[in-house]
């Protein structure tokens, strides 16, 4: 809970994301693929077999921050693409998948991200 608490924090977003655009390699993440505008990494605190989250490197506080005409159509086109790759290298469209993304009070992590997950939960994450 101290971590989240942290991480909504002005400095500590300002400084992740930085990170993200500039220097994902200096954040305390693996990713698994990124593009011009995602980075996809393992969840820190897993709730799922597999969960991986899916960031944009520019700052976006949620989904309701998005204005259509502000997004470039090659951002949406590269999260497409990534997220069908990761589907498809997790071996998930058999097993089943979901992309889940939060808001509101759901949304405890002050950036915009969506989750890929597969399996049964084990507990609540955001």
């Not at 993200?20 to 393992?42: D, G, R, S, V």
């Not at 086109?77 to 589907?87: A, H």
């Not at 498809?88 to 009070?105: S, V």
Request: hydrophobic share 40%.
């Amino acid at each position: 809970m101290k971590i989240r608490k942290l991480m909504n924090s002005k400095p500590a977003q300002k400084i992740f994301n930085w990170g993200l655009k500039n220097a994902p390699f200096a954040l305390p993440i693996k990713p698994q693929c990124q593009t011009t505008h995602w980075i996809a990494f393992n969840h820190p605190n897993s709730s799922y077999p597999v969960h991986i989250l899916v960031v944009p490197k520019v700052q976006l506080q949620d989904w309701l921050s998005i204005k259509s005409n502000d997004i470039e159509i090659d951002m949406m086109r590269e999260f497409i693409d990534l997220t069908q790759s990761l589907i498809q290298e997790y071996g998930l469209t058999d097993t089943g998948y979901r992309l889940i993304l939060n808001g509101g009070n759901y949304q405890t992590f002050p950036h915009l991200h969506v989750h890929l997950v597969s399996g049964d939960a084990t507990t609540t994450q955001a």
